[in-house]
C-alpha cells in the first residue's frame, strides 16, 4: 500500500519537503530559547522567547487561513518560505558580527512565527488536492509519521549541533526552506481559489463566514468540541506533570523524561504506520475510540503512579493519540470544500493553542493545591468518560459520518 503511494511524484515531494521543513522548525525553536538564555542569563527572557513563539498563532491563526484560502496556495508557500530564508540567515549575520540583541532575536522569533500561521494551513490544504480520497487515511499517516520521526530525530540531531554552537541550528533551519522551496516547485495539482474580494475588511467577513457554515456542521461541530476537552486535559499532565512527577521520583529525571518521549513517538510512528491497515473510513466514532485509549493511558499512570507505569500509560497514550489525530484531520479534509479548507485547519490550530494555553494555566494553579497524581487520574478519568460518553450516547444520528453508516475497520 505504502509503496504504491510513495509512487506519487506529488505526495513523495510533498512529505519530504514538509518533514525537512518540520526540522528546521523544531530545532530553530530550541535555538531560539537556547540563544535567549545565553543572551540573557534570565529565566524570564526565556519565557518571554516562549510566548513569542506561541502568541503569534492566536493573534493570527485564523487569518492566516482566510489568505490560504484567497491565495494560490503552491505560490504563497514559496513566497513565504522565501522571506524565512533571510530572516533566519540574519540571526547568522548578527551573531557572527556580535551585534545581536534580544530584540531583535525576539522580532525574528515572532515573525517566523507568524509566517507559519499562514504557512501551515496552506500546506496542510495542499495535501487533499494530491491525494485520492481512497489514499488519503494512509497519506495523512505517512505525514504524521514523519512529523514525529523528525521530532524523535531532533534530540539526537540537536545534540550533536551543540558540540559546535547554538548559532548552527539556525544555519541547518535556513537549509531546510531551501530543501522545502525545491520540493514546492515540483509539486503540480490543480486548485481554485475562492473569487471574492480581497481586502482587511474583508478577511474578518469570511472568518465570520466560516463559523455561521461551520454551526451548520454537526460532524466538523462535534469534532472541534471534542478536540478541545481532549488536548485541554491532556497538555499540562502529558508535558509538565509526567517531568513534576519524575523529579520527585528519581534524580534522572530529564534522561527518564527523555527516554519515555522516545517511547512515546516510536508508539505513535507504528500507530501510524498500522492504522490505515485496519481503518478505510475514518469516523467520529473511531475519534472517540482513540479518546478512550488516550484516557486509559493518562488514568493509568495516574493510579498506579510509578516510573515503569508512566512508559505503559505512554504507549496506551500513544496508541490513542494518534488514533483521534488521523481522524481529525480526515474529516476536514473530507467534509470541507476546497475553498474553506485554510480556514478550517487554521481554526484547528487556534484551537489547538487555545486549549494548550488554557491549560497550562489552569492546572500550573491547580498544581499548587492539588497532587500531580489526583491532577493525572481526574484529566484521564474525564477524557475516557468523554470517549465512553460519545461512543453510548448517538450524537451523531443526523450526520452522514455518524452512527447510521457502518464503520469498516477491515479491508
Excluded at 530572516?87 to 551573531?95: D, E, G, K, N, Q
Excluded at 467534509?335 to 494555553?357: D, P
Aim: charged share 10%.
Amino acid at each position: 500500500m505504502y509503496s504504491t503511494i510513495i509512487q506519487n511524484k506529488n505526495i513523495r515531494y510533498y512529505l519530504i519537503g514538509g518533514g525537512v521543513s518540520r526540522l528546521g522548525d523544531v530545532l530553530s525553536g530550541m535555538a531560539f530559547l537556547f540563544l535567549a538564555y545565553d543572551l540573557t542569563g534570565s529565566a524570564i527572557h526565556t519565557t518571554g522567547m516562549a510566548i513569542a513563539e506561541t502568541v503569534p498563532y492566536l493573534l493570527f491563526g485564523l487569518i492566516g487561513g482566510v489568505i490560504a484560502d484567497w491565495l494560490p496556495r503552491k505560490r504563497l508557500l514559496i513566497i513565504l518560505d522565501c522571506i524565512r530564508i533571510p530572516l533566519v540567515f540574519s540571526v547568522v549575520l548578527f551573531h557572527h558580527f556580535n551585534i545581536m540583541s534580544y530584540a531583535y532575536l525576539l522580532l525574528v522569533s515572532f515573525l517566523i512565527q507568524s509566517i507559519g500561521c499562514f504557512f501551515n494551513p496552506a500546506h496542510r490544504a495542499v495535501l487533499p488536492l494530491i491525494t485520492k480520497p481512497s489514499d488519503r487515511t494512509a497519506v495523512n499517516s505517512l505525514n504524521d509519521t514523519v512529523g514525529r520521526g523528525v521530532t524523535v530525530l531532533s534530540p539526537i540531531i540537536s545534540v550533536w549541533l551543540l558540540s559546535y554552537g547554538v548559532i548552527y541550528f539556525f544555519v541547518l533551519d535556513a537549509l531546510t526552506y531551501f530543501a522545502s522551496v525545491f520540493c514546492l516547485t515540483r509539486l503540480y495539482f490543480t486548485e481554485h481559489n475562492m473569487q471574492t474580494e480581497k481586502s482587511v475588511s474583508h478577511v474578518f467577513l469570511a472568518i465570520k463566514e466560516f463559523f455561521i457554515w461551520l454551526k451548520g456542521q454537526q460532524t466538523l461541530k462535534c469534532l472541534f468540541i471534542l478536540t478541545f476537552i481532549v488536548v485541554f486535559f491532556n497538555t499540562w499532565v502529558w508535558e509538565v506533570g509526567l517531568l513534576l512527577a519524575l523529579t520527585d521520583m528519581t534524580s534522572r529525571s530529564e534522561e527518564v523524561y527523555s527516554i519515555l518521549q522516545g517511547v512515546f513517538g516510536v508508539t505513535v510512528i507504528v500507530t501510524n504506520i498500522f492504522v490505515p491497515y485496519f481503518v478505510k473510513k475514518m469516523t467520529i466514532r473511531i475519534y472517540l475510540v482513540g479518546a478512550a485509549f488516550w484516557g486509559t493511558g493518562i488514568l493509568y499512570y495516574g493510579v498506579l503512579y510509578d516510573v515503569e507505569h508512566f512508559f505503559i500509560g505512554a504507549i496506551l497514550v500513544g496508541i490513542g493519540l494518534p488514533v483521534s489525530s488521523l481522524v481529525r484531520v480526515y474529516l476536514i479534509q473530507s467534509l470541507v470544500s476546497e475553498n474553506k479548507l485554510g480556514r478550517a485547519f487554521s481554526s484547528n490550530a487556534v484551537l489547538l493553542y487555545l486549549a494548550n494555553t488554557i491549560s497550562l494555566t489552569i492546572f500550573g494553579l491547580l498544581a499548587s493545591i492539588i497532587s500531580i497524581q489526583w491532577l493525572m487520574i481526574s484529566s484521564g478519568a474525564l477524557i475516557l468518560l468523554t470517549g465512553f460518553c460519545g461512543l453510548l450516547i448517538p450524537i451523531m444520528k443526523h450526520s452522514k459520518s455518524g452512527w447510521r453508516f457502518p464503520i469498516n475497520f477491515f479491508k
